[in-house]
């Protein structure tokens, strides 16, 4: 059943407030309810954790227009670890449903963040005045909710939310941090990024917003159809966003440097970050950095076709276990 706008606007106003105290059973929800409707079409709640949880997580002290943010949290049956998943521009939970089932069959907790305008959170056109603001985010959710989570504390960004999660570790005023970072196609500055430059200055004051070119971001034939019927995604790219992105660029080479190990996962095909400069300042930051390339990858390599994709979740799995108890699970398993 496909998901509707109305489902969508409906579901917003009926989503409580995010709590473990109750977990989310699919099969209790009235079967022509907006949640109901949702699940369906993302089936986040069949997957293989002995607890999945839902709402919205209030944060007025960073989010003054919005003031809350969607949040999906599984736990994992043998937890040893928790991974917070901070999703790109324009993605939101469902679309990872296969990544998030394989870290669960790994027996990582998983925690996913839909920032504002993104997903079910509340916002326009994915629309944010800083990106130091996503950072400010998850900070103020961990530190609201991380003593339920079983340590260690890992970080999962793909693109924008590899940005995320840079900001959040690199927050001087933030608690616990991750400890280990995995990063997927990350975003420093887009491609082609004098194009982008140009575009932010055309825009200037005269228009909020200008239409969003969705290109193949896959070899996978299905998802592209799914990205192209997704109606949680806007259509429209933000002019305060790529304002935001323009400060976040010119501020990236003053941050500090940090020992806490990362892993960089980048398709080589990939036309949406430029991605050679994008290792190149992370190296700058990072003194444990490493990259695994997938020749001929595209941009959204965590829902790229199954012959990338089984290796990219064995990878990113094997590194954020790497010093935890072993599992017997595979990608594999997970995609099935």
């Not at 999906?72 to 993605?91: E, I, K, M, S, Y």
């Not at 509340?122 to 003593?147: L, M």
């Not at 896959?218 to 992105?245: I, P, T």
């Amino acid at each position: 059943m496909l998901l509707t706008v109305n489902d969508v606007a409906a579901l917003k106003g009926q989503l409580g407030g995010f709590t473990l105290s109750k977990r989310l059973e699919a099969a209790l929800l009235p079967q022509d309810s907006p949640l109901a409707n949702y699940l369906r079409a993302w089936p986040l709640a069949s997957l293989p954790a002995q607890a999945y949880h839902l709402g919205y997580f209030e944060a007025p002290n960073v989010l003054t227009q919005w003031r809350k943010v969607a949040v999906h949290a599984w736990r994992a049956q043998q937890p040893r670890a928790t991974v917070c998943f901070a999703p790109g521009l324009f993605d939101h939970a469902g679309l990872f449903v296969p990544f998030f089932g394989h870290l669960l069959q790994q027996q990582f907790n998983v925690i996913c963040l839909e920032m504002p305008g993104h997903g079910l959170s509340p916002g326009v056109d994915c629309a944010i005045e800083r990106f130091e603001i996503y950072g400010a985010i998850w900070q103020a959710f961990w530190n609201a909710h991380g003593q339920h989570f079983e340590g260690p504390l890992l970080g999962v960004g793909q693109s924008t939310g590899c940005a995320a999660l840079t900001a959040w570790l690199f927050n001087p005023t933030a608690g616990e941090k991750p400890h280990r970072l995995a990063y997927v196609a990350p975003l420093v500055r887009p491609y082609p990024w004098w194009k982008v430059r140009l575009l932010t200055w055309l825009l200037g004051g005269l228009l909020a917003r200008v239409k969003r070119h969705s290109p193949a971001h896959s070899h996978s034939l299905e998802f592209n159809g799914l990205m192209q019927q997704d109606v949680l995604q806007s259509r429209y790219l933000s002019a305060l966003w790529a304002k935001a992105l323009l400060r976040w660029v010119a501020h990236f080479s003053e941050l500090s440097h940090s020992a806490v190990p990362l892993a960089v996962f980048q398709g080589t095909g990939d036309r949406v970050v430029d991605w050679r400069f994008n290792l190149k300042a992370l190296q700058q930051h990072f003194s444990a950095m490493h990259s695994v390339f997938f020749s001929g990858a595209y941009h959204h390599l965590l829902n790229e076709s199954l012959v990338y994709r089984m290796d990219v979740y064995e990878q990113i799995s094997a590194f954020l276990g790497q010093g935890l108890g072993k599992t017997t699970a595979t990608a594999k398993d997970s995609l099935k």
